[in-house]
T-cell receptor, first 112, second 113 residues
């Protein structure tokens, strides 16, 4: 079983929809949680970073972490066609900051 | 600040050859991590270097090796290439301590024929 499981998708939504992307994990040592966006043929771009349970908001993006359930989510409000990409969740234990474990990614398409 | 740069961006090799990939981290970052990304396996951690020392290693065969120089630039080498080594190789840099985040380069796409 993988340490990080990500809802596989793909997801296709109309412009303006609210998108929910989800990951679960099994390793209690994970303390830092990230969401990356990756466009085709590009490197992952850091979107959100959090290290505590609760919500963190940045513009149209909200990252949610529930450590008790080992569950993280990324919400995208008012989705735009430019949000079409693959979204990757990633997690890191504090003792190995340079070694992140990634989910397999969810491909999102936002249709105009 | 300039971002993470990787060279070359594209590479085609044949089985049995070896290849060296290069990564220049963000200025001031001392940690460089390497990842392999394939459609079937996703993003997998190869190794991390911090201050010229390998600090973490993933579950890859010894054909995959790396090093880091005093200016934090890093190289990754793959010897005796196999078809399955075809992938996007990503480099990520960070300050390497505490609550830290990794920033990725654009990757090197390696095709093994």
């Amino acid at each position: 079983q993988k340490e990080v499981e990500q809802d596989p998708g793909p997801l296709s939504v109309p412009e303006g929809a609210i998108v929910s992307l989800n990951c679960t994990y099994s390793n209690s040592a994970f303390q830092y949680f990230m969401w990356y966006r990756q466009y085709s043929r590009k490197g992952p771009e850091l979107l959100m970073y959090t290290y505590s349970s609760g919500n963190k908001e940045d513009g149209r993006f909200t990252a949610q972490v529930d450590k008790s359930s080992k569950y993280i989510s990324l919400f995208i409000r008012d989705s735009q066609p430019s949000d079409s990409a693959t979204y990757l969740c990633a997690m890191t234990p504090p003792t190995n900051a340079g070694k992140s474990t990634f989910g397999d990614g969810t491909t999102l398409t936002v249709k105009p | 600040k300039a971002g993470v740069t990787q060279t070359p961006r594209y590479l085609i090799k044949t089985r049995g050859q070896q290849v060296t990939l290069s990564c220049s981290p963000i200025s001031g970052h001392r940690s460089v991590s390497w990842y392999q990304q394939t459609p079937g396996q996703g993003l997998q951690f190869l190794f991390e270097y911090f201050s010229e020392t390998q600090r973490n290693k993933g579950n890859f065969p010894g054909r995959f090796s790396g090093r880091q120089f005093s200016n934090s630039r890093s190289e990754m080498n793959v010897s005796t290439l196999e078809l399955g080594d075809s992938a996007l190789y990503l480099c990520a840099s960070s300050q390497g301590r505490g609550r830290d985040t990794q920033y990725f380069g654009p990757g090197t796409r390696l095709t093994v024929l």
